[in-house]
């Protein structure tokens, strides 16, 4: 067998033999761990890049949550005062309906006022027009005709002996 310590003894062919076959085996382990050590390379390449990729895209969201911060504030500040406008508009379209409300209930009664005053008036107004055309005629024949205005005079031809 081969011994370092013996660097001038000769091998045999059988020894040489095997020794070129662990030489080759060694060289094709070699071989192995080079390329697994070359796929580990490439692996740490592989995520360092994407770990690059990864902090770029942080950096980029970052940026764009800062702009979205900036925005919101910018609508916050906005909407206090829509906000106290929109309050305001209720509580005012709150008032016109209260408002509205006691119209109409002054308005139904000016309306029924009206309307009792006009059926006042109506009858008045036959009552006038009657009462005028009746004392025309009374005036034109000389005589009146109203209710109980014959019955004395029928009742004292009557007496009278007139028939």
Same mark, same amino acid.
């Given at each position: 067998s081969y011994s370092p310590a013996m660097p001038d003894t000769e091998l045999s062919k059988e020894e040489a033999a095997a020794m070129q076959e662990k030489l080759r085996k060694a060289g094709q382990n070699t071989k192995i761990f080079q390329?697994?050590?070359k796929n580990?390379? #490439?692996m740490v390449e592989?995520? =360092?890049t994407k770990r690059q990729h990864a902090l770029e895209?942080?950096?980029k969201k970052k940026k764009e949550l800062a702009e979205k911060d900036a925005k919101i504030l910018a609508l916050q500040s906005k909407l206090t005062p829509v906000e106290t406008r929109l309050s305001d508009?209720? #509580?005012?379209?709150?008032?016109? =309906?209260q408002q509205l409300a006691e119209i109409e209930a002054s308005f139904g009664q000016i309306i029924a006022a009206v309307g009792g005053s006009k059926k006042r008036t109506?009858?008045?107004?036959?009552?006038?027009?009657?009462?005028?055309?009746s004392?025309?005629?009374t005036a034109q024949r000389g005589y009146s005709c109203k209710a109980g205005s014959t019955a004395n005079h029928i009742a004292n031809i009557v007496k009278s002996g007139f028939f």
């Open positions: 390329q697994k050590v580990l390379e #490439d592989s995520f =360092k895209n942080i950096d508009n209720k #509580d005012k379209a709150r008032r016109l =309906k109506a009858y008045m107004d036959k009552e006038v027009t009657t009462n005028h055309v004392r025309e005629l």
